[in-house]
């Protein structure tokens, strides 16, 4: 379709019909960040316990490092809504994320006194931030036939700036680094406190659209047909 538009406008052209993406996620950040991509995905919240799925997936040795820890939890977030009517017809995306310190796998801190003792570890230093991404192919569910799937890893490095005590009081008390992976976000009030990142940006968000972009091809789906806003 061609719409002929005022001199000095963008002419748009679109050549396949608008596939349908369902975010396995409840998160604010990924939402906006797929709608400042242009996709407006359909949201359904996958209900999966995070803690049951990485301690029976470690007992059975599937998790050995961060890296894995989050691809067996986005996969688990994708695969958790497949059957349910929103998500029919359309591709899924499930993600996790979580920051990798000193060794350990930091996830989200629930009560300040943790946030606040992580950021005073953390303040001044850096640490490795692991999204993962699983997407699956619903777009025409089969009986008893596994649906297309595929997944990946991306990691950015964080550089911490190095706080002051008043800061890190400041900052926990506004709750904001309690509820996200690793005690702080790049799209709020902790952008101010990151120094600098090493690789893509989107990660540290929770969702990489260049992650998003490669697994949609992979599955045969042209990236711009997700564009719906």
């Known amino acids: 379709m061609r719409r002929n538009l005022r001199p000095g406008l963008f002419v748009l052209w679109q050549t396949e019909r608008v596939t349908r993406l369902v975010l396995a996620s409840t998160s604010p950040a990924r939402l ?25 997936a470690t007992s059975m040795g599937l998790i050995n490092s961060t890296a894995e820890m ?11 809504v497949i059957d349910h009517p929103d998500a029919r ?8 994320s979580s920051l990798e310190f000193d060794g350990e796998a930091l996830g989200k801190p629930h009560e300040p ?7 005073l570890s953390m303040r001044g230093r850096a640490g490795t931030l692991y999204s993962g991404h699983w997407l699956i192919d619903n777009r025409e569910p089969q009986p008893g036939v596994a649906a297309p799937a595929a997944g990946r890893v991306s990691s950015s490095i964080v550089h911490f700036a190095d706080l002051t005590d008043r800061e890190v ?24 406190f990151l120094r600098s990142i090493e690789g893509d940006a989107h990660t540290v968000i929770g969702l990489s659209l260049p992650t998003l972009r490669e697994l949609v091809r992979g599955l045969g789906v042209e990236y711009t047909s997700l564009w719906n806003r």
């Not at 996709?39 to 996958?46: A, D, H, N, Q, W």
């Not at 400041?170 to 952008?191: H, M, Q, R, S």
Request: overall charge negative.
């Open 32 to 56: 906006a960040l797929l709608r400042a991509g242009g996709i407006e995905p359909t949201t359904i919240s996958p209900g999966v316990d995070e803690d049951a799925v990485a301690e029976r």
């Open 169 to 192: 009081d400041a900052y926990v008390a506004t709750g904001e680094p309690l509820k996200v992976a690793g005690a702080f976000t790049i799209d709020g009030l902790g952008g101010a």
């Open 113 to 119: 006194e943790v946030a606040k003792a992580r950021w």
């Open 70 to 80: 989050v691809h067996v939890l986005a996969k688990a977030k994708a695969e958790a």
């Open 89 to 96: 017809g359309a591709l899924i995306i499930g993600c996790d």
